[in-house]
């Protein structure tokens, strides 16, 4: 437990909340364990398995994919490691893909491999981390001896599928037998929905090397665990969630922050945790605090080190705490992260100060306690933070509330932590863009197939558009890659900008760190105040042709902070629903974010010290998907009168509150904001609240959002009525200037008239041997699944393809399949496709003469293919 006394700090902790601890549930080693295998287990002090362990290693042994999802520290890895090392004792040749959604976490797994390697030898199994950092020579050896290959998502995409057959890649998928998935619960949004396009390649590419790996997976908590397991890797799994490890005493408290004198302020999150966390070093407590953002990390070290400063003249006091706190977040280099890894482990820091890039499982030692700056949009993000002390005794989460609508509704219902139910993990692996990308990367990693039209739904309406800009051609039925060399490389898996940006030291050219162009336009702007672990820089020049950030040192009381207008262009509707006295639309949006001047806010007391404009022409812009509400007239004519207050936002922040919690979105999904007069879009006078994904081309929430978009209004007034707050707070309208009531009033006129307030304040078939045929053409229909199943067990070429039919008619000798995409239902009738098809049904179905296929159902895509032509001119113009 924490040996800091929290006695000073009792009147702003509102709620305590006991964990209680419980034994674990132990099973001796299975009799079937080979006997190495036993003996290393029993040489680590492991003479015993918890009972999750033994389930894995049980259904792991007989072949089915799984995914287990027990709770932090609950040797996770050993269940999947059983199953795989007895395969490799038993038989040395295969090989396992174990994929890691980050480099650092890749490599400290490494680290725990180590003793097994040791015992056993490299003679009998051979280790490796395969990423970007990888010498050539090592991977060399990787590709050409290792057994167990730790790599990431990134590789598996850009490196391995791309070269399947050349520089000995043909080795592994030959003989993959396992892939492991770590912590699948990071594949979510559009991660997730990439890596399902990427699974979907691997087993392309796995299918042409006639070999079928088994998918052993992890997770933290989430509600869909089997859900997300079949999205993502396209199977069926063994959900194995019965924790059979210990857990220790655990106790949550509740941190409200106060009003900053007799104003309505609280003081924020990161301003607390600053002044506890020096208590923690004094005392010697271990812990970890987790921010929200890149800029928080480093706002907090700095206060933390500059009141450890002010406490070391105090003879009683060791000297230079200050270094033993660290940050921890992305853009520090390698290295740097290497080494605050290694000296939290072994105990040289009590503490660091982290993003969310801790939050996943890397050793990083014994901690005692957890410091949640806000809560971190989901509670399976909570529970995963709050996991990381308290792995071997009792710990104490802290969570500061902040305060927005969700901390503070936590602070009058502590139940919502506690009870059982989690968030959806949610993925859009038919995302239409995200597949275009991959069936590009497809098509230059093996033909494009008939077959394949069960892997990518949107296929039949992609290929035309790659016909049409020659990156494709048809040979014999099936299309072939004709474009660059490199498709994988034309995008990024985690929506993240393909332009990377240097930050140089001025006076001696060293380069501090590299960050995309969204981040290098929010924190790198001239005149900004970038801070790297505790250190001041303030930026000299931004090179936007050359990409690079010039900086110099500097000491100055203040950090800086972004203003971004935004501004939004229809580019077309598609669905509308009148309610009321307004209208809500879904469509395809383009949204231009500029950051056109930033702030200056003093460290501690987070006073603003005043603001500059930004000169430079610092422009994004995304195309997606969004939903928008139109404003009443009225409700338009008081807020045109009063714009001083922009109440605009308080109707925006709590259509866009409902709208996530509706749709169970987080910050990085779905965004907001509000526009009038729209160019090109009509001619009326309106204002619309706009909700857009976060995504190009969008991931499915707002779309979701227009379905409940009734709910979401009636919501979002519920949100504003019941706020406890006197006159308006962040958490209800998102500001503390804006008066509630005038917000609420904005809200219900959208759904019933109201007086406004008195105050404002390519391949051929294989030669297929003969049977005894077991359908009839006349009763297909009735039998269609059993006859498809029948192709798929014989390992027919066009069995997936058929599978992929849910009906068909029979009209005298011809038999009919429906096709609802124009170009598929061209493509299966051509000459080939359609001679190859009615040669496999011929051969399993008795058939009067002149059998022939034909389609129905079929239906223009025009739209979608317009659709994605625009997204596919817009990537070129990215290119060139």
């Given amino acids: 437990m924490m040996k800091a006394k929290l006695d000073k700090y009792k009147h702003k902790i509102i709620k305590t909340i006991d964990c209680k601890g419980h034994p674990g549930d132990l099973c001796s080693l299975p009799e079937d364990l080979h006997t190495d295998l036993k003996l290393f287990l029993i040489s680590q002090n492991i003479k015993k398995l918890y009972s999750h362990q033994l389930q894995m290693y049980r259904v792991g042994k007989n072949g089915q994919n799984a995914i287990i999802t027990t709770a932090t520290a609950s040797g996770k890895t050993i269940s999947f490691l059983l199953p795989i090392l007895q395969r490799i004792i038993e038989n040395p040749g295969i090989r396992v893909l174990l994929l890691y959604p980050t480099k650092a976490l890749a490599q400290d797994q490494m680290r725990n491999l180590e003793p097994i390697l040791d015992y056993f030898g490299r003679e009998r199994i051979e280790a490796g981390v395969y990423d970007g950092d990888t010498p050539p020579n090592e991977r060399t050896r990787i590709r050409q001896r290792a057994n167990l290959i730790l790599t990431n998502p990134e590789m598996v995409h850009g490196s391995f599928l791309p070269n399947h057959s050349r520089y000995g890649f043909n080795n592994i998928f030959s003989k993959l037998t396992f892939v492991v998935i770590d912590e699948l619960h990071v594949y979510r949004g559009a991660f997730g929905s990439h890596m399902a396009n990427v699974m979907r390649r691997l087993h392309r590419v796995c299918k042409y090397y006639k070999s079928a790996p088994q998918f052993l997976l992890s997770s933290a908590t989430i509600a869909n665990p089997l859900e997300l397991a079949k999205n993502v890797c396209h199977r069926n799994f063994v959900l194995i969630d019965k924790d059979g490890s210990p857990s220790y005493q655990r106790k949550i408290l509740l941190w409200q922050p106060p009003f900053v004198g007799d104003s309505p302020y609280r003081k924020k999150p990161e301003e607390e945790a600053a002044t506890l966390i020096p208590d923690l070093v004094c005392k010697g407590d271990r812990f970890i605090t987790f921010c929200q953002s890149r800029r928080q990390v480093e706002v907090v070290l700095k206060e933390t080190r500059d009141q450890l400063l002010a406490v070391e003249d105090k003879p009683s006091l060791m000297k230079d705490l200050g270094s033993k706190v660290s940050g921890y977040r992305g853009g520090y280099t390698k290295k740097e992260r290497k080494q605050i890894e290694k000296k939290l482990a072994t105990g040289h820091l009590y503490g660091v100060i982290s993003t969310n890039a801790l939050e996943l499982g ?43 609508s969700v901390d503070q509704y936590i602070a009058l219902n502590s139940d919502y932590l506690t009870d059982r139910e989690v968030e959806n993990a949610i993925i859009d692996k038919n995302n239409l863009f995200i597949q275009l990308a991959h069936i590009r990367a497809a098509a230059a990693e093996l033909p494009i197939t008939l077959e394949d039209a069960a892997i990518f739904p949107d296929l039949g309406e992609s290929i035309p558009v790659l016909l049409k800009a020659q990156e494709l051609k048809n040979e014999h039925g099936n299309f ?282 390519g391949y051929d078939l294989p030669p297929i041997p003969k049977e005894k045929k077991q359908f009839q053409l006349e009763e297909l229909s009735g039998k269609w699944q059993e006859f498809v199943e029948v192709l798929s067990t014989k390992g027919e070429k066009l069995g997936e393809f058929l599978a992929h039919i849910n009906t068909i008619k029979v009209e005298g000798n011809v038999l009919k399949l429906s096709i609802t995409s124009e170009f598929l239902a061209q493509w299966i009738l051509e000459k080939e496709n359609k001679k190859k098809i009615e040669k496999t049904i011929s051969y399993y179905v008795v058939v009067p003469q002149k059998f022939c296929i034909d389609v129905f159902d079929v239906k223009s895509q025009d739209r979608t293919i317009e659709k994605i032509m625009r997204r596919y001119d817009n990537l070129k113009k990215i290119e060139n």
Avoid at 373 to 401: D, E, H, M, Y
């Fill in 362 to 404: 890397i050793d990083i030692g014994d901690l005692e306690v957890v410091l949640l700056c806000g809560f971190p949009s989901t509670k399976a993000s909570f529970w995963q933070q709050v996991g990381r002390a308290g792995r071997k005794s009792n710990s104490v989460a802290i969570l500061f509330l902040d305060v927005g």
């Fill in 480 to 761: 072939h890659w004709n474009g660059k060399e490199y498709p994988a490389g034309d995008f990024s898996l985690r929506n993240t900008s393909q332009h990377t940006y240097k930050v140089v030291h001025r006076d001696h050219g060293i380069m501090i760190t590299e960050m995309d162009e969204s981040q290098a336009f929010r924190e790198a702007y001239p005149k900004a105040i970038y801070i790297h672990d505790g250190l001041q820089y303030m930026v000299e020049d931004l090179d936007l042709e050359n990409r690079i950030v010039r900086v110099f040192s500097i000491d100055v009381n203040y950090f800086t902070v972004p203003f971004v207008e935004t501004d939004v262009a229809i580019i077309k509707d598609f669905r509308s629903l009148d309610l009321a006295h307004t209208s809500i639309t879904f469509g395809d949006v383009k949204v231009t974010e500029t950051v056109v001047a930033y702030k200056m806010v003093q460290f501690h007391n987070h006073q603003n010290l005043g603001y500059e404009s930004i000169d430079l022409r610092l422009v994004q812009e995304l195309e997606t998907e969004a939903i928008w509400y139109k404003i009443p007239q009225q409700v338009v004519t008081i807020f045109e009168t009063h714009r001083e207050f922009n109440f605009y936002r308080g109707l925006q922040h709590a259509l866009l509150t409902a709208a996530r919690m509706r749709t169970m979105a987080t910050t990085e999904d779905m965004s907001a904001t509000f526009f009038t007069n729209v160019k090109n879009y009509g001619c009326d006078q309106y204002s619309y609240i706009l909700l857009y994904d976060l995504y190009p081309s969008g991931l499915g929430f707002t779309e979701k959002a227009f379905d409940f978009a009734k709910e979401i209004l009636l919501d979002a007034i519920s949100l504003v009525q019941s706020c406890r707050c006197e006159h308006g707070c962040p958490a209800c309208v998102g500001d503390y200037f804006l008066d509630r009531d005038v917000v609420c009033w904005g809200l219900n006129s959208m759904q019933k008239q109201t007086t406004p307030p008195v105050k404002i304040s």
